[in-house]
């Protein structure tokens, strides 16, 4: 936390540059296209559960994402309304990030990419540091009022993933298994090995647009649970 803290206060107090997490933590952000292990922190995230295709147009995945930038725009905007949230100070919305599974007879699997029809997904934006729960259910009814829309899917989410290896992936989403292959090598010769269950799940972070990028230069972080093997 002192590390956060320090980090912030250079950024906010040292110029007027809204603070950027992918900059400001790189070693979750821009890992190397190369296997590493990580130890990550407990953080909050707004996020909407889901589950099937992800490219269906207009289909649940695609307006989760829509439910989690109206409320994290309405947070990043607070600061021009007439609620002032404690702490609070000016940032640039985190990137899209995805926890994925698959389940067969109840139990967790790792997810086969080529159906992706049996899908479930947890789809997350980062919260700061500064917003609780109670600012988080402000901005529910804030963006509610704004859209018009149900926001009901919405929910605070506390997640710890603890030791695990990453990886950068350049390139079309349909082709992460070579990456994650490579990471499986990397932390069974490294002593671990992948620990996937209801709590530990694959991890993307999304740190292109799809819509503008060319599928073999999208950049998309791929982090597994791990444990000692």
Known sequence: MMNFINRKIGKVKGDTMPFDYKKEYKEFYMPKNKPNIVEVPTMNFIAVRGKGDPNIEDGEYKQAIGLLYAVAFTVKMSKLGSRKIDGYFDFIVPPLEGLWWATHSETVQVFDISHKENLNW??????????????????????????????????????????????????????????????????????????ITDKRLHHEIYLSDPRRAKPERLKTVIRLPIKKA
Not at 124 to 129: H, N
Not at 134 to 151: G, L, M, S, V, Y
Request: glycine share 4%; net charge negative.
């Open 122 to 195: 947890i789809s997350l934006i980062r919260l700061p540091d500064f917003i609780n729960k109670e600012d988080f259910d402000w901005a529910i009814e804030e963006a509610a009022k704004k859209k018009k829309t149900d926001f009901s899917k919405v929910k605070f989410f506390t997640h710890t993933e603890g030791l695990c290896v990453q990886c950068m992936h350049i390139g079309s989403y349909d082709n992460e298994p070579a990456t994650i292959e490579l990471m499986h090598r990397f932390s069974n010769e490294s002593g671990y090995e992948i620990d």
